[in-house]
Every structure is written in C-alpha cells, then in structure tokens.
C-alpha cells in the first residue's frame, strides 16, 4: 500500500535496516498464544523465535549475546508454572546477563499489580492478552523505534 501511494506521487522508498534488529523473542507457555504473537509480529515484519518458559528464554537469549545476533525485544507471559516460571522470575535473571534487554510484560490478568507497575520491575512494557495485532504493533513500535531500542 505505501509503495503504491509513494509510486504514485513520483517519490520513492528507502529502507535501512541491519541484521538481527528487529528479532523479537516470545516467552510464553501456551502454545497457541506463542503462534498467534508470533504471526502477528512476522506479518508486521518482524522475526520472531520462541520460549515455553523463562529457562528457554534465558538460554536462548544468552546465546543470541554469544553469537552477536541478540533479540532487540523479549515479550514475556507473567505467569507459567513450574520451573522458573514467568516474567518476573525470569526478568532479573535476563537483567544480569545484559542490563539493557528491553522486556515487555505480557498477561491476561489486567489487574495484575505488576501489570500497572511494570517499569518497577524492569519492563520496558505491557500487552495484554487476548492480543490485538494493532495494539501488539503499537507497543513494540513504540518500544523499539519510537524509544530507540534499535540503535
């Protein structure tokens, strides 16, 4: 739709973008949710990967570091049993192996008081579920373009 909009005034596109910005890690125990974020977040142009749990997401999150392709966002579910559990277990944890991950809280639970206090325990962000795709770009936009996470 732009491209046709720009073509149609004479102007032109360019874009500028670089590996491995805009790598967008999701942490969440419910498959389903994990699919749906994740086709959002590809059909808005991202590229997406997967944790079923904070211990995925922290192993695979180190591993992006080591291979100097880190993820610019982690959206993490608040909630999920067993293990290390969810967002707030796992946040700390993602904080000590790179100060500056940039996190966004994810949950069904609206009332949460971590929900309405998110940047007291490190986030950057909230979403909350079910997702809506407009709300979902938003927040991601406005984490990673609008506050300069992708620098």
Known sequence: MVYSIVKNHGGHI?????VGKGRILIMDDDS????????????LGYTVDYASDGAEALFKYARS??????YGLVIMNLTIPGGM????EAIDRLKEIDPRVCAVV???YSNDRIISDYSKH???GVITKPYKIEDLGK???DILIVRGSFN
């Not at 360019?14 to 670089?18: A, T």
């Not at 559990?85 to 707030?88: E, F, K, R, V, Y």
């Open 139 to 141: 927040v991601v936009h």
């Open 122 to 124: 490190g986030f950057k």
């Open 65 to 70: 570091l080591e291979n100097d392709d880190p």
């Open 32 to 43: 389903s949710v994990r699919e749906v974020a994740g086709t959002m977040l590809i059909h």
């Open 14 to 18: 360019k874009v500028d973008s670089k």
């Open 85 to 88: 559990g969810g967002g707030l």
């Open 106 to 108: 994810s949950s069904g």
